[in-house]
């Protein structure tokens, strides 16, 4: 939990390189790096995008502590003059970001840092590690609520989350991802999470016998009633002592509009399914059946298919750690450097690896909506001075494939800018949403894609392409 | 980065049994929960236990402030007589834990809580994620550690953790397992770990050319000095280049002590070895060569196999997010209840799933260590009040497998018993080690597992077995 100074949490290697641009004179240079996703994850089709707040929280919070110095000269290893210089610094430059909640893809800036170098270079590791954990989180919860359909998620996963921040800080991205709810009451008082839960195995445990402790449990909460059934038997036990409390419960018009069961073990098809009809004979069609244990996207997908009788899905290891994909590969790369006049010399990093091959120069995001639909069409990645119009007719390519066009014809599409200023000069211009507004937000962005590009497994990838201009300054630079 | 309170760091469930508790006069009974994994994480033969210090600060700072109070009472569901009791909780109970460092198994409690059964459900939820976290990372580090066999394994993955805390105390965890240093500095100046990092890519790119910003950082940096050489090209270019500082260091007698370049992407055997015989060649034996780049304790066991020249491996996002498994299951069991008349009742928790019925009772964890070896021959879990004595005769016997025996033969054997108390009558009797400390604790540990028990894939499984007397209790209430 973020309440300490985070300016620390950061690789012993940008602390070495700020000495050493301090010591060469370049510290002051104006540096441009974008953060970025080689891939998206999970195999899937795109990106949510998640912890632009914390992000800037923790610029705006960037400052190297008399105890953080002392430590730093016990080192031994860094300059007097430098860890003074240190002292100092705060954070003066400029960010961009996507806007958290959007949809996003492999290749484009999620953060586009102008600062001086050394100061752009300090922020590197931090805004990595926050952006890679919430949009990883953000993005693995639309998976799973996309599976979910119209049915209702619960985020469960703060016991088995690597830690408590990412059991905090992944909750609130579970929900921008689009869960209904959280279990962890920290994240709830922290952001204005919705809280849910109701009791485990161990309450069943501390009484004599269940029937007792279902009893107990609908005595104490008159609102909501919601029984584990699966502690002992969950067709011979849990779910007929579950139904004898409803009963109780109706015959003294005490039954609460929200009531149910939760399974939590065994076959999570077969038993809804058994225990849907035995709710619906007795006449409680408005139970509701709450599936967990070890779900996913992927597992969610087959029980539907399979007909399973479930509400509502409490999914938790598989969410909060992001099973099988447990991080994104966000990297922040150098793209421009300021040149002795003052102007910005594009910088490229080659690799044997055409994947790894950065694109040079200061970018914006174009993104190009269907005018009819709403939809997106494609993405557009170009210099900063570039614009384009709604009523011109545009041919945007695929980088690696020239031969792929895309004819866009005037008047047919809509054109937004996607990065938003958050840091101006230093100084926050960040406008932070609510956690409610954010999924609201990050849901009507889902809308905005086709389902093609949602699909879990193998789907359709949506282009992002380069404008020409851009394109040229590429191939010019990886043949320098 | 704990220093918020993370008392509500709690699922909600855990909120509504102890309401439930409180009204129903369960709330002061005494019970005994076990923290226990039911599987050995990546298909590996043992666990490193990590996380008790921060388990027990947790603990001690367990409070709800007027704050939490209040977000509570907004919720509309707690009764103002239980909000007052729980404004007033604290831990009162006793905890023992499995000291930290230490090899443990599946089964096997690593923390047994005797408390109000209040407190006790209360800790619940803070106490696994700070368990699960820790160890799989600690259990990770040693297996990627024991690949790297002597040579020095570095934790690179801050910013591709799991958030903050997953990068701090996952650094901290990946120090106890084995690694060498972090790239972490918040991580060394909470724990005093070791530190360590040179530079990256955006060094090189921030000047004219590679030569040109190797040289700036041999000038910057004279006790220590890696040079990454695959910003370009690296067997054309970062080699020689890096070969050329290490010449004119070498003219001027300014050449380190520790140098060496460093290999971060393309084939990590290949480069590895021509990049050897280019430094041999131009006489720097003594050069190291550090590889990064998705390592984990697999490929490093293949690289090694296939002659990679590599001394210092920089693992990254695959450690400190335990890609294959990036959770340990660990969970939370009632495993006993205070009568009326002040003794305990053994409980369990039946299951469709034989794995997932409990052991009941309280209970010790006794280890038999050969005494001629010093390795580890079995662990017994037996009922509190179990002695055990090495001058005699005794067999032990596998609950699942009864026919499977082991006769231990008097005064060949030397007995631990495991569990230590860290909280006592909710205080604190736990004595921290330094990080250094539990490291080299942590290698000892290791050093008591013959090398079968700790081979990557299908590992031979250390016998966890029950006392006789548990055995037939465990019998006794499953059949009951």
Tied chains: 1, 2.
């Excluded at 290749?107 to 300090?122: D, G, N, S, Y």
């Excluded at 990297?331 to 044997?352: M, Q, W």
Aim: a negative charge; charged letters at 25%.
């Amino acid at each position: 939990v973020q309440t300490e100074n985070l300016t620390l949490m950061t690789d012993f290697y940008q602390l070495t390189m700020m000495q050493g641009y301090y010591q060469n004179n370049l510290a002051d240079k104006k540096a441009v790096f974008d953060l970025f996703c080689r891939v998206n994850p999970m195999g899937g089709g795109y990106m949510i995008c998640a912890g632009i707040e914390q992000a800037v929280r923790y610029i705006e919070n960037l400052r190297v502590s008399e105890q953080d110095a002392e430590y730093l000269r016990s080192l031994g290893v860094f300059d007097p003059n430098f860890l003074n210089e240190l002292k100092n610094i705060r954070f003066t430059g400029e960010i961009y970001a996507i806007p958290e909640g959007s949809v996003m893809f492999a290749a484009e800036p999620v953060l586009r840092v102008k600062a001086r170098l050394i100061e752009a270079q300090f922020v590197e590791t931090a805004l990595l590690n926050i952006i890679n954990h919430q949009s990883l989180i953000a993005t693995k919860a639309a998976r799973v609520c996309y599976a979910a359909g119209q049915d209702a998620v619960l985020e469960f996963g703060l016991r088995r989350a690597q830690g408590p921040d990412a059991g905090i800080y992944g909750a609130r991205a579970a929900i921008i991802g689009g869960c209904n709810a959280t279990s962890n009451c920290l994240a709830g008082r922290m952001f204005g999470a919705a809280i849910k839960g109701t009791h485990g195995h161990s309450w069943v445990m501390a009484f004599d016998d269940e029937y007792t402790a279902f009893k107990a449990y609908a005595d104490s909460f008159k609102d909501s009633l919601t029984l584990l059934a699966d502690t002992y038997d969950t067709l011979k036990s849990g779910v007929p002592n579950a139904i004898k409390i409803f009963k109780e419960k109706r015959e003294k018009d005490e039954l609460p509009e929200h009531y149910g069961i939760r399974l939590d073990s065994g076959d999570l098809a077969y038993l809804s399914k058994k225990a849907r009809k035995m709710l619906d004979d007795a006449g409680f069609e408005n139970a509701t059946i709450t599936a967990s244990g070890d779900l996913d996207e992927y597992l969610i997908q087959t029980l539907k298919l399979q007909g399973a009788k479930i509400d509502i899905w409490g999914v938790g290891t598989n969410l909060i750690t992001s099973l099988d994909c447990p991080s994104l590969g966000g990297v922040y790369k150098l793209s421009a450097i300021e040149t002795s006049d003052g102007d910005f010399r594009p910088k490229l990093k080659l690799s044997d690896n055409p994947d790894k091959i950065t694109t040079p120069g200061v970018k914006k995001i174009y993104r190009f909506y269907d005018k009819e639909t709403g939809k997106i069409k494609a993405d557009l990645i170009s210099l900063e001075d570039e614009t384009f119009r709604e009523d011109r007719d545009l041919t945007i390519f695929d980088p690696k494939a020239t031969w792929r066009k895309m004819p866009l014809k005037a008047n047919t599409y809509t054109i937004r800018d996607l990065l938003e200023p958050v840091i101006l000069n230093g100084k926050t211009v960040f406008k932070p949403k609510t956690l409610s507004e954010l999924r609201e937000y990050c849901r009507a962005e889902l809308d905005s894609l086709w389902d093609e590009y949602k699909r879990l497994i193998n789907p359709h990838i949506l282009p992002v392409d380069l404008s020409l201009k851009l394109f040229n300054l590429k191939e010019k630079l990886m043949n320098a």
